[in-house]
């Protein structure tokens, strides 16, 4: 038996490989891909073009300008540009972004009296933008108020938005916050993993929901059913050569992942590499399912499709699972994707939990169970 099935397996990886363009679709478009997306996929909020003149007698206002302009989200929109034409033209045309408007005689001589009040104005046609903004400046202005020894409380930070009439927050109580595992709040420490659960996932079922329906399509299905093999063999002979190519796509994704975006790795190799395995033996699985139900290419590549889109969006990758109605909860979780990015996340993020890996390579254990089963099953139907 295992003779037959290396010599399987090795016709399956000739077949799989012999086209050079299909190595570099392989092993190079991972990589090129993870770096697109990491490029990407990035929530932070930069170049944000911010129009504040405070007066020579304003130091509080200054001190809040400059540490807006250090921080490396805002910058100063030049002299001339401040000064030519209306503020909503500016707003209107994308040079502005947000405005800061200190009370007539200055912020710091209203501050002073306990009155102090600061106006921002925001474009608010992209909402995300929009409270990322307001967010920043608020961070801003209340550390510079407490570095002049003031209260949070004595004075209110009114925030205009483009899109709805003016706001005023008050912040009544100072309160320190500590943001474990991402305290500098980076996205590609969120995204970098998710975009790694999608690429595999995308390769292995896609790769492996052809193989059989090539078969059918070229008509030498017929011949591997009349071969002396079983349904085991030739389960295993069109599942493994895809793992391996699986379990090697990964560790070239994943150097890109930590080398290039400084993803941090705190958890054990080995628990990755365990994960790793399940998670390609199960979306291994579920390609051959698909290619056994499928009768031919078309069907099998709009199968993977069918699956993979519903997948990626309930996974945890793009939205939190938290967020979405108890009925997709569900369905979520049936979903190997949303284990595989806990389980990527939690490895890479928080350096493991022994709990979180038994639980979560279960799952993925049961789901590859419930696939391999449908498969063999469906495979004897065809045999029969």
């Known amino acids: 038996m295992f003779e037959l099935l290396r010599a399987f ?11 050079p363009r299909m190595k570099l679709l392989l092993f190079l478009m991972p990589v090129v891909q993870m770096s697109v997306f990491g490029l990407a996929l990035n929530t932070d909020i930069k170049n944000i073009q911010l129009y504040a003149r405070p007066m020579i007698n304003d130091p509080l206002f200054r001190d809040i300008e400059r540490d807006a302009l250090g921080s490396g989200w805002f910058q100063a929109i030049p002299e001339e540009e401040a000064l030519a034409g209306e ?11 947000a405005e800061l408007y200190a009370p007539w005689g200055g912020l710091t001589r209203a501050f002073e009296r306990g009155q102090g009040e600061l106006e921002a104005v925001i474009d608010g046609s992209d909402l995300v933008r929009a409270r990322g903004i307001e967010a920043y400046l608020s961070n801003i202005v209340s550390r510079a108020v407490g570095d002049r020894g003031g209260k949070p409380e004595t004075y209110d930070f009114a925030v205009t938005a483009q899109t709805k009439p003016s706001s005023t927050r008050r912040m009544p109580i100072e309160f320190a916050t500590r943001i474990l595992y991402n305290p500098e709040l980076i996205t590609s420490y969120n995204l970098v993993p998710g975009v790694l659960v999608m690429l595999v996932s995308i390769i292995t079922i896609m790769l492996t929901s052809m193989s059989i329906a090539k078969e059918k399509e070229i008509g030498t299905f017929e011949t591997l059913i009349a ?26 994704v994943f150097f890109v992942a930590v ?3 400084d993803v941090p790795m705190r958890g054990s190799y080995l628990w990755l590499a365990l994960a790793t395995i ?62 595989f990015s806990i389980l990527l996340r939690n490895i890479m993020l928080k350096g493991g939990d022994p709990s979180v890996l038994a639980t979560h390579t279960g799952a993925l254990f049961l789901i590859a169970v419930v696939s391999v089963t449908t498969a063999f099953k469906r495979f004897r139907m065809h045999l029969g």
């Open 227 to 252: 071969a002396p093999v079983s349904v085991t063999e030739v389960l295993l002979g069109k599942t493994i050569p895809y793992i391996l190519i699986g379990c090697t796509n990964l560790p070239l």
């Open 259 to 261: 080398a290039g975006f």
């Open 9 to 19: 397996v090795k016709k399956e990886l000739v077949q799989a490989l012999r086209d």
């Open 87 to 97: 503020t909503i033209e500016k707003f209107k045309s994308g040079r502005v972004d």
């Open 278 to 339: 399940f998670f390609v033996v199960t979306t291994v699985s579920i390609g051959t399912m698909i290619s056994i139900i499928a009768r031919n290419q078309q069907q099998a590549m709009m199968g993977g499709f069918i699956f993979l889109m519903p997948a990626i969006l309930l996974s945890g990758v793009m939205f939190p699972i938290d967020n979405l109605p108890v009925l997709l909860k569900i369905v979520a979780a049936f979903n190997p994707l949303m284990y």
